[in-house]
């Protein structure tokens, strides 16, 4: 069974940092690109950035540039999300994906259960 | 940047059909995704590559995209189909991935 399961969220004060971490089981996660979404509650869904199979690739939404940083361990089946300089509007359900990738297109499946990130003082 | 609306909410009887539509400008030209999330749950994938169901998504659940408007289509909707869905493409211009707005769908 294909499983992600996300962690490393809480409650940390504007201008912090927090790592999440994903691990996943159940398929060979060196061959898939990987991605995180994030959500405010009760609001849409926004994409977060991706990462390369090997993570030679990344990529970002403005919002996050500079601040944040994917990253992946193959051997550890793990990708992570490094995210300092946190802002209020940060706060949000973090989720993780596996993103599928094919001809000019790609789609997120399956999705972790998501982790809860409180920017707050 | 590419952006792709969807109404707000929808409302349908049992029994009856769902259209849930998300506009962007071009769209036929790009490929969508669509995910259904239900209350306190993560998404879920219920059509891909316009009109493509992964395993286990039940055949009332089709896809469209032409034009300016792609559209997901429930048949015959439960109550158990009440959720938020959202549209999704790439967005080859920027290396960005983008959602609609999101539509509610409430079963009377």
């Known amino acids: 069974e294909v499983q992600l399961v996300e962690s490393g969220g809480g409650l940390v004060q504007p201008g912090g940092s927090l790592r999440l971490s994903c691990v996943v089981s159940?398929?060979?996660?060196?061959?898939?690109?990987m991605t995180w979404v994030r959500q405010v509650p009760g609001r849409g869904l926004e994409w977060v950035a991706n990462?390369?199979?090997?993570?030679?690739?990344?990529y970002y939404v403005d919002s996050v540039k500079g601040r944040f940083t994917i990253s992946r361990d193959n051997a550890k089946n793990s990708l992570y999300l490094q995210m300092d300089s946190l802002r209020d509007e940060d706060t949000a359900l973090y989720y993780c994906?596996?993103?599928?990738?094919?001809?000019?297109?790609?789609?997120?499946?399956?999705w972790g259960q998501g982790t809860l990130v409180t920017v707050s003082s | 940047s590419y952006v792709l609306t969807q109404p707000p909410s929808v409302s349908v009887a049992p029994g009856e059909t769902a259209r849930i539509t998300c506009g962007g400008n071009?769209?036929?030209?790009?490929?969508v995704h669509w995910y259904q999330q239900k209350p306190g749950q993560a998404p879920v994938l219920v059509i891909y590559?316009?009109?493509d169901r992964p395993s286990g998504i039940p055949e009332r659940f089709s896809g469209s995209n032409s034009g300016n408007t792609a559209a997901l289509t429930i048949s015959r909707v439960e109550a158990g189909d009440e959720a938020d869905y959202y549209c999704q493409v790439w967005d080859n211009s920027n290396d960005f991935e983008v959602f609609g707005t999101g539509t509610k769908v409430t079963v009377l």
């Open positions: 590559y316009d009109s």
């Open positions: 159940g398929f060979t996660f060196s061959n898939y690109w």
């Open positions: 990462i390369k199979r090997d993570g030679s690739e990344e």
């Open positions: 994906a596996r993103r599928r990738v094919a001809a000019a297109t790609n789609w997120f499946d399956p």
């Open positions: 071009n769209i036929g030209s790009k490929r």
